[in-house]
Structure formats: C-alpha cells, structure tokens
C-alpha cells in the first residue's frame, strides 16, 4: 500500500437493486462511489423475466432491463464500476480494506449489497427451464400462472407461504415435500392444509423436470419411501427450499443471524462494525423484493453520508 493511495469515499460491494440504488444517492451526495459489481453483475433480478410488481413500470420489464435502466442512473451521477470478484476484505482498521485480487482498495465507508442466491435441487433440466416454467419466487412470478396446475417444493413456512399465494392464481397447487411432516410453524401449514387447491404429495422427490420449446409440462417424481416412480402435469414448478445470504466474504468479519444473514442495527443499515453498512437481500431475509432492496440501498446511502459527516470526511 503506497502512502499516495487514494481512498473512496464509499466502496460498493454488490450491484443488484440494493447496491445500485445506494450508488445513485451516494453518487448525488458527491461521494464518488466506487461499485465494485463482482462478474455476474445485477443479481437475481438478471435472472427473472418480467417484473409487474416494480412501481414506475405499468407495461412490466425484464429484469435485466431494470438493472440497465438502474445502472445508467448511477453512472450518469459519477458512479465507477469495476465489473470484477472482491476475493478478500478487511474491516479491522480504517480505512477499510478490500482486494480484488491482487488489486487493494481502501475506503472511509462500505455498503454490502451482495444479495442472496436461491436454493435450488441441482437437476441440469431446472435449470434448463428456469424462467420458462420453473421459478424460485412465488411473488414474482405467480401472476403467470393463472388457471393452470403448478407444483411447490419444501417444506418450510416459506413453501407454505409460497402454496398460499400461488392459489390465487393457479387452479391447483401441490406441495411436494420429501418427508411425512413440515418444518413449518403449525399456523403456515393448518393455512395450507385448509386451503382446497393445495394438494400434499408427502415423501415425494421431483427427478427431473420435464417440458417443451414452450416450457414446462410435467414432472418426473419418485416416492422416498417406496422408491415408486410417477409423472405430475404441471405447468410451473416453483422452488421453495430456501435462500442462501453471499456472506462467505464477511465470515467472521460481520455478525450474522443463525441463518447466515448479516446483522444490521433495528431501522438503519448499520453492522457491527462502525462505518460498514449493509443492504438488501444479504440482510434481509424476511421481504425479498426488488422494491424493499432498493429501500434498504437508501438507507445504507444516506447512513454512510451522515456518518462520513460526522467523522470530519
């Protein structure tokens, strides 16, 4: 580290809404900020096809679309990209420190908007589908199945909560779960339970998921107990397993929930450490949305402004 190295001002970890949204104000508060936006930039949004749910956007867009429209706002305000992995961080010291490999940074303030990754069963023809039949977000892309069959896998309040939502539009729904009980609250699963378009499999696995050009068609099943093998018509298959926070980078580092999510201070962006800020998907584990991402990008923002303030930068 040459004593002439220049220290940001604010350091970007993440580019999704969350980090973008944060680069725009901080960028407007003549922060400078440098978005380092690791090499699969954008986030889960790069994966989602159309959002309806977004406000601003009456005709719907793609998710790559709002990250586009997104980033140019940050740039056209000055924000700097650096389309590479941050490999290492360390927030012992200030300034803080942070390396893209063998390239080191060092910043006043850093916002981690890292987002969290979907759990998926690992099948090549989930992924073949993904968008096209197969989805890991019920509030997304629920409205796309009005009318038709759809399966849900898990077990937990969140697949549960996502069978609920789907029976708005879905003429049935079932709930494939690979044991004879739920790990969900006795609430969630008396809601799905009583509900009479949700149909339980119990101790069903899904193989493989089967389809078209034109997507989704069937899945491919087989019982956990009896090793039976059986086909369900469906027209989407929907992931309910969990999510994983991106918080490999901080282990140690930052405090976590028991679910690996980061820590931050009730009603701010704050971590456990003073002048790192935290936003979006990687510490908020209870929304998930494009929207509250965003929300939770200003904050980290205008947290990491007022602080520079009041430490004189």
């Known amino acids: 580290m040459s004593e002439t190295q220049n220290i940001e001002n604010v350091i970007i970890i993440g580019s999704g809404p969350a980090g973008l949204t944060s680069a725009i104000y901080s960028a407007r508060a003549n922060l400078s900020p440098l978005m380092i936006e690791g090499e699969e930039a954008g ?15 009456p005709e719907a867009v793609t998710g790559p679309g709002l990250i586009e429209v997104m980033r140019k706002q940050a740039q056209k305000f000055g924000t700097r990209f ?9 927030f012992s010291q200030r300034p803080f420190k942070v390396w893209v490999g063998k390239d080191l940074f060092l910043a006043k303030t850093v ?19 993904m968008n ?39 003429s049935k729904v079932y709930l494939i779960h690979r044991r004879d009980s739920f790990r969900a609250s006795k609430i969630m ?5 009583k509900n009479p378009k949700i149909h339980v499999m119990w101790n069903t696995e899904v193989t493989e998921v089967l389809g078209d050009e034109k997507g989704v068609n ?23 397993i969990g ?26 962006s704050y971590t456990n450490v003073d002048g790192v800020f935290a936003a979006g998907d990687v510490q908020d584990h209870v929304y998930r949305q494009a929207i509250t991402a ?18 004189g930068s």
Not at 141 to 159: C, H, P, Q, R, S
Not at 218 to 228: E, R, S
Not at 294 to 311: N, P, Q
Request: hydrophobic share 40%; glycine share 12%.
């Open 111 to 129: 916002i981690i908007s890292t987002g969290a990754s979907a759990k998926y069963l690992g099948l090549p023809s989930e992924k073949k589908y």
């Open 82 to 90: 650096l389309t590479k992995n941050v490999t290492k961080v360390d």
């Open 189 to 193: 699963v008396e809601r799905a339970l």
């Open 243 to 268: 999510h994983k926070p991106n918080t490999e980078l901080f282990k140690g580092i930052l405090e976590t929930h028991d679910n690996g999510y980061l820590k931050t201070k009730k009603g701010t």
């Open 218 to 240: 069937a899945l491919a099943l087989k019982n956990t107990v009896t090793g039976a093998t059986s086909e369900k018509v469906v027209q989407g298959l929907f992931l309910a």
């Open 294 to 311: 965003a929300g939770t990008g200003c904050m980290a923002a205008i947290d990491a402004e007022r602080w520079l303030e009041a430490h």
């Open 43 to 57: 986030g889960q949004l790069m994966i989602t096809t159309d959002v309806e749910n977004y406000p601003g956007f």
């Open 132 to 170: 096209r039949g197969v989805s890991a977000c019920a509030t997304c892309d629920g409205a796309f199945y009005k009318n038709v069959e759809v399966g849900v896998v898990g077990g937990g309040d969140t697949a549960m909560e996502e069978a609920n939502f789907l029976t708005r539009f879905a």
